[in-house]
Every structure is written in C-alpha cells, then in structure tokens.
C-alpha cells in the first residue's frame, strides 16, 4: 500500500482533473498526506477529505461559498481564531471551491505556515467527490503479481505460470486475435473497492511484450495503440501447467480445475490449464473468458448438463 503522497504529487498528477490552480504557499509542497494520520484510529477517505471541519480537521480541508461565508459571519476574534486553527491543525493542503474568491489572508497565512493552497473552478461537493476517487486509487493496497495481464473478451485476465510455460507466447498470439495487453511480466493491482481489484502496467514496461527468440517487441508499434489497454479490473487467473499424464486424469471431467485465489483479500477464479503439445491455449483462454462471463451472469454449463441428464433418468422430455 501507498501509505503517503505529498500536496505536491497530488497537484501535479490531478491538477487538470481537479482544476486546480495553485494560490499560495509553495513552501508546503512536500507536506505529507497520509491515510492514518498520527494520532488518528479511522483511515478512510471521509476523514482525509471534506469541507471545512475544525472540530475533527480533514487532512484536506475545502473551503466553498458556504463555508467562507460562515467564516465571515463570525464575530472578530472568533473569526481569527477558527483561521488560526484552520492552519495550525497542519492540513495536507486547503481548497477554495466553485471559483469562490480567495480571501488575502488565507494567502498571508499559507505562505506563512508553509501551507499549500489551491484554488478550484469545481464546485465543493464535486471537488470532495472526485478527490476521493482519486485518493482511492493513489492509496490504495497494492500487489505486483508475476504474469501477462491482458483484456480477453473485455475481462481482465492475468496468465501466470512458470517460466518457459509460454505465457508471452500465449499473450502475443491472443493480441493477433484481437484481445490486448495491459502489462506483460510485472502487473500492479491496487485493490480500490472492497471487491475490486485493478491491474495496471509499470510505465516502463508500457507497451512492451518479451518473446523467448523474439526478445522484446513493441506491440504498440507493431498492431498500433488499440491493441493496448490502460487498466482493467482482475476478473480471471489462468495458470499454465506442464502436467504429467496422471495429473491431467484427476482434473474434474465436470467442473474443469478451478479454485479461488486470495489477491488483497478478494477471492479470484484461478484456473489451471494443462499444457501439452497440440493444445491451442489462446483458443482455450477465450473459451475460459466466454466460460467466466456466464458464470457472471448466473449461468452454468456444468450443473445445466447435470440437469439435463437428471431428466433424462427420470424420462422426462428434454
């Protein structure tokens, strides 16, 4: 897991997302946000955003119209106060909302306590909204996993195996077929709900597939971008196994070799696939996709034919 990022990772990766622009002080760039703040029991995202709350301060504070409004309602001296401990709660950074004015001693105090200050066109409540969608995917538990991650009848399939099992091999020639590539060898997956699990590629292997006597291939070059796929959620694991001749005769004639794999506590379909001379594995990994999908959808193959043989035992008209 990611457990920090600073205001300034966040402002240069989201700052056009979020449009954000950056107000005052520049001091706080590398000011930490972290998703268990010291001192803090609760982690989640409600606690490291929302609008302005000095009785528990979020890690990002958002200030809209109503919120300075209710600042500038106050008398004097409750005024200064609720402004000093704004900035001395020590925020990951502060946002003004919805293109709402910009007071000038927010900048004097942000310059002053090194504190990054954005100013946002995006209303408050969409800021608030968007930001925990991003803070999900920059803090969420992660995993690199050894194998090709690819888009196999649009679900995300991670093939995994031993070396020299051919599983760059299977990839490049599912790619000829249509189907496309997320990351090759090395997969990141960062869990970003709680039965969700997202793969992505390392940026530099983007695009990149090894082929034992091939080397290293651009795919992108070779088919073009469609043929490449930024992220897709892990829906499927297909392990390639060289099984010995007995091994394959204990697989289950019905239900094929499947079992669940714990992936950041998300259980996943994993299924092993024999590999034997003759076998044309990219036909059998669409055929597992296709297999998969109607799982999804309620539908079994295995327990229909169970089913249909019942009826014929029992001479009813199928």
């Known amino acids: 897991m990611q457990d920090s990022l600073t205001a300034g990772d966040l402002f240069d990766s989201h700052k056009e997302q979020l449009s954000l622009h950056w107000i005052a002080g520049t001091a706080g760039r590398g000011r930490l946000l972290r998703v268990n703040p010291a001192g803090r029991e609760d982690g989640d995202l409600g606690t490291l955003v929302g609008h302005l709350n000095l009785s528990h301060p979020n890690r990002i504070q958002v200030l809209g119209h109503d919120e300075l409004a209710y600042l500038d309602g106050l008398g004097k001296n409750s005024h200064q106060d609720a402004i000093t401990q704004l900035f001395d709660d020590r925020p990951a950074f502060i946002v003004v909302a919805g293109s709402a004015p910009v007071p ?19 209303p408050g409540h969409k800021l608030i909204s968007h930001l925990q969608y991003y803070l999900a995917n920059l803090l969420a538990e992660r995993i690199t996993l050894h194998g090709v991650f690819m888009d196999v009848m ?19 020639e599912l790619l000829t077929r249509g189907h496309r590539l997320i990351a090759d060898d090395a997969t990141e997956f960062s869990r970003i709900a709680p039965d969700t699990i997202n793969g992505t590629c390392p940026p530099v292997l983007d695009g990149f597939l090894e082929v034992r006597g091939l080397g290293v ?11 490449i796929k930024q992220n897709k959620y ?8 060289d099984m010995q001749e007995d091994a394959v005769w204990e697989v289950d004639r019905l239900h094929g070799s499947v079992k669940l794999r714990r992936i950041l506590e998300v259980d996943v379909p994993e299924i092993i696939l024999p590999v034997a001379p003759g076998r044309n594995l ?5 055929g597992a996709a296709l297999n998969h999908i109607q799982h999804l959808k309620g ?16 001479g009813e008209v199928v």
């Open 154 to 172: 649009s679900i995300g399939v991670l093939i995994t195996g031993d070396s020299c099992m051919g599983k760059s091999e299977l990839a490049f």
């Open 234 to 241: 892990l829906r499927l694991i297909i392990r390639l196994e």
């Open 217 to 227: 291939l651009n795919v992108r070059a070779m088919f073009g971008d469609s043929v």
């Open 282 to 286: 990219a036909v059998l990994v669409e």
């Open 104 to 122: 000038d001693e927010l900048i004097q105090l942000a310059d002053k306590t090194a504190t990054a200050l954005f100013a946002s066109s995006l």
């Open 299 to 314: 539908y079994n193959a295995a327990q229909d034919f169970i089913d249909r043989q019942r009826r014929i035992m029992n």
